[in-house]
């Protein structure tokens, strides 16, 4: 049997980052497996759902890479089909009307709070087939409802019993049904509610395998009754472990706002195939990979760390992933909401810096090109003439960089002149020596000189000139990177030299803009 998966976000706001990764572990089980990977955008929720959530949603796939393989089907499509199936199981006697007055039921009888409601009274041994509508007569009812007396329909839980299944990361499930009230299927208005509207779908789309998070651990045992009511096969479940932030939160967009956003991570310039592998790391991990002590990344360099093991390709992550490595505890998203070095988890931030660092550069070309024509620095000379140049640049910059936006801020040097200064650098590596004024004047003149201008050349003459001035070699590279690229660290900066040519190296020794 072909494995059919599916992905069904709500369309109330932005693609939260837990729903991409149930979205990512749903595609990479597809494609191992040779299934097929579906989007279902649930959008009954009529007055929260928006078509702006739906295009963030899809466009979020598509950043990530996540295609899928037939129509997109909106759920609110199908209201006919679930009103259907609900009348269904009232002819069959496995559901009944309620015409209990709507001012006698508050909300948590049709939406939320009823499975704790339930389990308190089963504690009390209250009976919760007490319903006086559940035994109503056919006739009685058909008759009630044909004068118009509004009601809502609810499925008929056994008297006793239980529901089990077997869930891949959580293994054997059970649940009494003295615990579960009798299931709301169609509000007053004739509304369906979540849990049939989900399981009709998922029958009509032919879903084997439904891979969610853990928080529908409760949603599953309702679903179950109403498959079973069906008639139709129960598919196979698999529950992820949540994501928390620090202090144990479950990780939200109404606490943490835009660091659970996906388009954030976009916007802040990662790598969609180093921030789905990122994803991916989340709560599974593939045989023989350790994971390793959170990372705190400093200002001036990318650390060396042991955790490159855990960086894959995609065709990695297909070939490795399997249902059965994902971890059954929660995981914890780390970041610090007051430290901007820390807005977001350093293992983010670390593995973009690794793809950014080691990934071709003519495949990174591209996201650079986009990132340098949103901030204007972008020359259409660089397609063709300048590309050589441009792909050494890149390759020379990119080593200290962590997202795509490191090349519009520090890089900016390199591709035009109006560029800022780091007020720490220059207090650092200016203005401490006041000499510096008149000594990178005089560099300028020797290099200036140099021919031909190669990183080499630069370097025989800075330090032929630093033992001429008496002074440290050290001392004049750092003046030097500072009044070239306004930063206090960075590549070699012979190479640096080389890269930014010789007028343009001069002109800017000689500048002075430091001290005006």
């Known amino acids: 049997m072909t494995v059919r998966v599916r992905f069904a976000p709500s369309p109330t706001g932005y693609l939260h980052i837990g729903a991409a990764r149930s979205a990512l572990f749903n595609w990479l089980y597809a494609r191992k497996t040779g299934g097929r990977f579906l989007l279902r955008i649930e959008d009954t929720d009529l007055q929260r759902s928006t078509d702006q959530s739906t295009r963030s949603i899809i466009e979020g796939l598509e950043w990530l890479g996540l295609d899928y393989d037939e129509d997109i089907l909106f759920q609110s499509d199908n209201a006919p089909k679930h009103r259907a199936a609900a009348y269904r199981l009232i002819e069959e006697g496995k559901a009944y009307r309620d015409f209990t007055p709507r001012e006698q039921r508050d909300d948590a009888n049709v939406k939320k709070g009823v499975a704790d409601r339930a389990r308190a009274q089963a504690a009390e041994g209250v009976d919760q087939r007490s319903n006086p509508f559940r035994d109503l007569s056919e006739e009685e009812s058909t008759r009630r409802a044909a004068s118009g007396e509004p009601f809502a329909v609810r499925l008929k839980i056994p008297r006793e019993g239980k529901t089990r299944f077997e869930d891949i990361v959580y293994g054997t499930l059970e649940r009494d049904y003295s615990e579960i009230e009798d299931l709301v299927l169609l509000r007053s208005d004739g509304h369906p509610l979540y849990n049939l509207s989900v399981v009709i779908d998922d029958i009509d789309m032919g879903i084997t395998d439904v891979i969610r998070g853990q928080d529908h651990l409760t949603n599953t045992h309702k679903q179950i009754l109403i498959y079973e009511a069906l008639g139709a096969r129960v598919p196979r479940f698999t529950h992820l472990p949540l994501i928390l932030a620090p202090g144990g939160?479950?990780?939200?967009?109404?606490?943490?706002?835009?660091?659970?956003?996906?388009?954030?991570?976009?916007?802040?310039?990662?790598?969609?195939?180093?921030?789905?592998?990122?994803?991916?790391?989340?709560?599974?991990?593939?045989?023989?990979?350790?994971?390793?002590?959170?990372?705190?990344?400093?200002?001036?360099?990318?650390?060396?760390?042991?955790?490159?093991?855990?960086?894959?390709?995609?065709?990695?992550?297909?070939?490795?992933?399997?249902?059965?490595?994902?971890?059954?505890?929660?995981?914890?998203?780390?970041?610090?909401?007051?430290?901007?070095?820390?807005?977001?988890?350093?293992?983010?931030?670390?593995?973009?810096?690794?793809?950014?660092?080691?990934?071709?550069?003519?495949?990174?070309?591209?996201?650079?090109?986009?990132?340098?024509?949103?901030?204007?620095?972008?020359?259409?000379?660089?397609?063709?003439?300048?590309?050589?140049?441009?792909?050494?640049?890149?390759?020379?910059?990119?080593?200290?960089?962590?997202?795509?936006?490191?090349?519009?801020?520090?890089?900016?040097?390199?591709?035009?002149?109006?560029?800022?200064?780091?007020?720490?650098?220059?207090?650092?590596?200016?203005?401490?020596?006041?000499?510096?004024?008149?000594?990178?004047?005089?560099?300028?003149?020797?290099?200036?000189?140099?021919?031909?201008?190669?990183?080499a050349s630069a370097e025989a003459a800075l330090r032929a000139f630093a033992e001429e001035s008496d002074v440290k070699a050290g001392l004049l590279i750092n003046a030097s990177r500072t009044m070239l690229t306004g930063q206090s660290v960075g590549p070699s900066m012979f190479e640096v030299f080389e890269i930014l040519g010789r007028q343009r190296s001069v002109e800017r020794l000689r500048s002075g803009v430091p001290w005006s």
């Open 249 to 455: 939160k479950k990780l939200s967009k109404r606490i943490h706002g835009e660091i659970v956003s996906l388009t954030t991570y976009r916007d802040a310039g990662f790598l969609p195939a180093a921030f789905r592998n990122f994803l991916a790391l989340i709560g599974w991990a593939p045989s023989g990979v350790q994971f390793t002590a959170d990372l705190r990344l400093g200002n001036d360099e990318v650390p060396v760390d042991p955790r490159v093991g855990e960086l894959m390709s995609l065709s990695e992550l297909i070939e490795n992933f399997s249902l059965e490595r994902i971890h059954r505890s929660n995981a914890i998203f780390n970041f610090d909401a007051n430290n901007p070095k820390r807005w977001t988890d350093d293992k983010a931030l670390w593995m973009n810096a690794e793809y950014i660092r080691t990934m071709p550069a003519e495949e990174l070309f591209p996201m650079v090109k986009s990132e340098l024509r949103a901030n204007k620095l972008w020359r259409e000379e660089y397609e063709d003439e300048d590309r050589e140049w441009l792909v050494k640049t890149i390759d020379l910059i990119r080593q200290r960089f962590f997202t795509l936006k490191d090349f519009s801020s520090q890089g900016r040097a390199y591709f035009s002149d109006d560029f800022d200064f780091d007020e720490t650098a220059v207090n650092k590596n200016l203005k401490k020596e006041p000499r510096l004024r008149e000594l990178l004047p005089g560099l300028a003149d020797k290099l200036e000189k140099a021919d031909p201008f190669t990183a």
